[in-house]
């Protein structure tokens, strides 16, 4: 049961720590969280209980067995839940940083990147918002 106690735990931790960083995003999410936290405390005293009760009764630690493999699948998927939600930030703050470009006071770039003419346009043109010396190019 130490084994399944400690995934349990782990479980809480990253359940914790991803509801924390949706909340903000998801409306009503708190409330699953709240309702999936009591559900991962009473699940951990009750493999309390049978971890006492295993030595006695053998279906006890057959059942903790298969437990334990369905707490490493939940551990999975919230890994899996992690990665998303990192991923998606990182997109959207790359996002943010594509989005614009600004030069100021550099005369040969500025030549260089001449809209439709600049030998180095075609580099930039995907660009939706430039702004040369604080004009809008694009």
Same mark, same amino acid.
């Given at each position: 049961?130490? $084994? $399944?106690?400690?995934?349990?735990?782990?479980? #809480?931790?990253?359940?914790?720590?991803?509801?924390?960083? &949706?909340?903000?995003?998801?409306?009503?999410?708190?409330? +699953?969280?709240?309702?999936?936290?009591?559900?991962?405390?009473?699940?951990?005293?009750? #493999?309390?209980? *049978?971890?006492?009760? &295993?030595?006695?009764? !053998?279906?006890?630690?057959?059942? =903790?067995?298969?437990?334990?493999?369905?707490?490493?699948?939940?551990?999975?998927?919230?890994? +899996?839940? *992690?990665?998303?939600?990192?991923?998606? /930030?990182?997109?959207?703050?790359? &996002?943010?940083? +594509? /989005?614009? =470009?600004?030069?100021?006071?550099?005369? /040969?770039?500025?030549?260089?990147?001449?809209?439709?003419?600049? !030998?180095?346009?075609?580099?930039? *043109?995907?660009? !939706?918002?430039?702004?040369?010396?604080? &004009?809008?190019?694009?």
């Amino acid at each position: 049961m130490e $084994v $399944v106690g400690a995934v349990v735990e782990v479980i #809480l931790a990253k359940v914790i720590s991803l509801a924390a960083e &949706q909340i903000s995003h998801a409306l009503g999410f708190k409330e +699953e969280f709240s309702t999936l936290h009591d559900s991962l405390t009473v699940i951990q005293a009750l #493999l309390q209980d *049978a971890d006492r009760r &295993q030595e006695e009764d !053998p279906a006890v630690r057959v059942w =903790l067995q298969k437990l334990r493999d369905v707490a490493y699948e939940a551990n999975d998927v919230l890994d +899996e839940f *992690a990665y998303d939600v990192l991923r998606q /930030k990182l997109e959207g703050q790359n &996002q943010i940083m +594509e /989005k614009r =470009l600004e030069m100021h006071r550099c005369l /040969k770039l500025t030549e260089r990147c001449t809209k439709e003419s600049g !030998p180095e346009w075609h580099k930039i *043109a995907h660009i !939706p918002s430039i702004q040369i010396d604080s &004009q809008c190019i694009q």
